[in-house]
């Protein structure tokens, strides 16, 4: 069974700072990986979706990474914003018509 | 263009009684999911409809039935709430089935079992 686990469960930073969200899954045959983010209260907003064959995706200050073989993902948020604030999840499709989501890293920005 | 809609937003159940969670997409997506999320438990799917006249279960069906009523709209019923039913509960549909491409979420439905 697929198992997908976020390090830290939780960070805070000052803004501007440069941060690396970490993801981690158990079995490496996936299709592909996607990171969320999610506000309090709300749901969830796809950030960047990353294909198995695919070695890394960006969008605008944001780049995801995926090292298939060694079951890892990155998210790097550059020039951090009291804006990016939030939950970051990441999950996997395992090729069985779901998501392995992870917990979560919660994210607080401060001025 | 509103996305996917969820109704109610909140809603207070005792045991034992019935509801189901309305789900619509405007989107013209083949695929529907439910999803609940608790507390240190993360996101977990429920049912899923990969098109329209097919529903299949996830990894918590148990205690759930839903309907595919057509390509928009797909619920999601709790036929006798418990209060390990207590729970956030998320729509999502995606253009294809299968996880192979982003899903997108609704804001959810805040649900109590007392």
Redesign the interface.
């Known amino acids: 069974k697929q198992e ?1 686990t976020q390090i830290p469960a939780a960070l805070s930073v000052p803004e501007g700072e440069n941060l690396v969200l970490n993801c981690s899954f158990t079995d490496s045959a996936i ?2 990986l ?1 990171w ?1 983010r999610q506000d309090p ?6 950030l960047l ?1 990353i294909q198995s064959s695919q070695r890394e995706q960006t969008s605008g200050r944001l780049n995801a990474s995926l090292d298939k073989s060694s079951g890892r993902s990155t998210l790097y948020i550059a020039a951090s914003q009291p804006g990016d604030s939030a939950t970051y ?1 990441c ?1 996997v ?1 395992s ?5 392995t ?4 890293t919660m994210l607080l920005v401060s001025p | 263009n509103a996305g ?1 809609t969820q109704t109610p937003k909140f809603q207070v159940l005792k045991t034992g009684q019935s509801m189901t969670l309305q789900c619509a997409q405007d989107m013209n997506h083949n695929s529907m999911y439910w999803y609940r999320q608790d507390p ?6 429920i049912y ?1 409809s ?1 098109s329209e006249g097919t529903t ?1 279960k ?2 918590v069906p148990n205690g759930y039935n839903v309907s595919r009523l057509n390509k928009r709209e797909f619920s999601l019923r709790l036929e006798s709430a418990a209060p390990s039913q207590t729970s956030v509960y ?1 729509c ?1 549909s995606s253009e294809a ?12 439905t805040r649900l109590t079992v007392l």
């Open positions: 997908v299709y592909n996607q969320f209260g709300k749901g969830l907003t796809s979706l999840l999950a499709n090729g069985y018509s779901t998501l989501f992870g917990k979560g | 996917v240190g438990m993360g996101l977990r799917l899923y990969a299949d996830g990894e998320f999502a089935g299968g996880g192979i491409d982003t899903q997108y979420f609704g804001p959810g």
